[in-house]
Nanobody, 119 residues
């Protein structure tokens, strides 16, 4: 599946953004969708994921209560609503897809969208 993430930008601390990821396949509904991020000089880290039904989302502890992942299977899209942004949220955000929830690896990745949070 091909993925394209967009919606990043420059925002002040405390602001909000909604990132979107569009998938190319009609079988999008079968995939577990995830968001990851990579800050400058740091390794890529998990942010959130969501199963095909939209239920049981998981979040990294660092974003719980501020980030919300959701998906619209009819539109082949997954979203990441980011609220109360902090400078440490500055990163390139990637969406990813995998078929099996039990598989630790994601097989498909989007190109990333940059989020920059100013203090």
């Amino acid at each position: 599946v091909q993925l394209q993430a967009y919606g990043g930008g420059l925002v002040q601390a405390g602001g909000s953004l909604r990132l979107s990821c569009a998938a190319s396949e009609r079988t999008f509904i079968n995939y577990v969708m995830g968001w990851f991020r990579q800050a400058p000089g740091k390794e890529r880290e998990f942010v959130a994921d969501i199963r095909w039904s939209g239920g049981s989302p998981h979040y990294a502890d660092s974003v719980k209560g501020r980030f919300t992942i959701s998906r619209d299977n009819a539109k082949n899209k997954v979203y990441l609503q980011i609220n109360s942004l902090k400078p440490e949220d500055t990163a390139v955000y990637y969406c990813a897809a995998k078929l099996l929830a039990t598989d630790p690896k994601y097989g498909s990745w989007g190109q990333g969208t940059l989020v920059t949070v100013s203090s």
